[in-house]
Structures are given as C-alpha cells and as structure tokens.
C-alpha cells in the first residue's frame, strides 16, 4: 500500500460513498468482515453497514473532517481524524463529534480494504 496518498484516495472514495450513499462502493472498499464500531457501541460489519446505508437506514447528510493523521505499518496503513457527522438514522436526525480510527490492510485479492472502523464520542468545543 502507497501510504499516504493511497490511503487518502481510499478514505476519500468511502466518505464520498457514505455521502452519496453509493452502498456500490462501500461494499467495494470495505472487507465484508470489517469490524465497524459506531459510536454508540453498537457493531456492525462491512455487508450490513453497506445494507444499511443501500435501504436508507443511514443517510448521511454532512461529514466534516478534521485533525487528519495516518500511520502505516507494512501492508496495514491506520487514518485517524475528527469527525463531524448530520445524518438521519431510521429517518430520525442525529448529530456526532467522534473520533475516529480507520484501518485499511490488503483483501485476499491484494486490493487494499477497510478492515476496522471505530468512532468514539468527543465533547464539543
């Protein structure tokens, strides 16, 4: 993995799909076992936060970033950042300040995917 650039690109490709809600997309980037962690604590993995977001149970309205950092280790690369989320949940609006850690490692085809997301609540400033 070209890291720092490829994982921008990656992480630039997902927002852009949790946006536009391309569910398409998600499920191209993110490994079906991902381990997604929302930050409420509940858990979802790639196939059913990609299934959420193609019925329109997650509708992202504004994604605001933040704080941007990367960190590659071999073939993993790790993005951490702020995040500042509108979305509607259920059709129910909701509003986050998290942080959040992303990492991406190689698929069994070689193709980079995200294998772990975790947000965790901040407090506003």
Not at 61 to 74: C, K, N, P, R, T
Not at 114 to 123: G, N, R, V
């Amino acid at each position: 993995m070209n890291a720092p650039a490829r994982i921008e690109a990656l992480e630039a490709r997902r927002r852009q799909a949790m946006l536009t809600g391309d569910a398409t997309t998600l499920t191209e980037v993110m490994h079906p076992s991902c381990v997604y962690v929302h930050s409420s604590g509940f858990i979802d993995n790639g196939a059913s936060m990609a299934a959420k977001v193609a019925a329109g149970d997650v509708r992202y309205q504004s994604l605001e970033f933040e704080d941007e950092a990367d960190v590659s280790v071999g073939d993993a690369a790790v993005f951490i950042y702020r995040q500042r989320a509108r979305m509607l949940l259920a059709g129910e609006p909701h509003s986050s300040y998290t942080r959040c850690t992303a990492v991406w490692a190689p698929g069994p085809d070689a193709t980079p995917r995200l294998i772990s997301f975790q947000s965790a609540p901040m407090e506003t400033a």
